[in-house]
């Protein structure tokens, strides 16, 4: 079998018949299989199996190579172009798009043992993503507010910036991600509130289309108190400065 898979056709393959597939149809069979959302922004590191994402690089690499000719790039006479597809692979399958392929951080946490429970704030903390719709970046800032209780898990203060990273790089919409962010971030602290403001710069309004250098977007999650208490709100929106 050698045609791409999708939910609709029988998975029954053999181990010999899955060993003969590309890594990326390896992947994508136990995805399926699981019945497992892969959209762009998804994490799928726990389908990968060791050494796969070498084999998915170098994969990219032969797509690209084969992209470059495409736009009938002559990279065996251009020296600038030789090394292209290589690198490109390398940076969407390591750098810009490896919050997909890679587990979460490991995160340091802390028990609550003075009952903190006074608001805190944790940024800005630099973010590079990519919107899903034309792959260019999405450059910005996040602010983080937190008011925990008896019961939160304390994180180390480097890891809210590791938690970021590992959520932003992938392709995705700015709206999702930041509640993607806030989920991550309520689950792992269970404070009694929590606030999320992104402001962020999308090349594909500065690169490409309008060619507008000047906008911006920022957009908020606001969860418990940070909800319901309208001075809280304020006095947290008021401490950061987008």
Known sequence: MTGALTPSKPLSLSQDELAALPASERVRYR?????????????ISAFIEEGELDELQAEVQAKMQ???RALVIDTESDHNTQETAKRVAKMFVREVFKGRYVPMPAVT???NVTRLNELMIVGPITVRSACSHHLCPIMGRVWIGLLPNEHSNLIGLSKYARICDWIMSRPQIQEEAVTMLANELQERVQPD?????????????????????????????????????ANLRREFLSLIKP
């Open 31 to 43: 995805l399926v299989s699981a019945e497992c959302r892969h959209h762009a922004n998804d994490n």
């Open 66 to 68: 084969e992209v470059l």
């Open 109 to 111: 946490e802390f028990p």
């Open 193 to 229: 509130g929590l606030g999320v403001v992104m402001e962020a710069d999308h090349f594909c309004m500065h690169w490409r289309g309008v060619k507008d250098t000047e906008t911006k977007m920022i957009n908020s999650v606001m969860r418990g108190a940070f909800l319901k208490d």
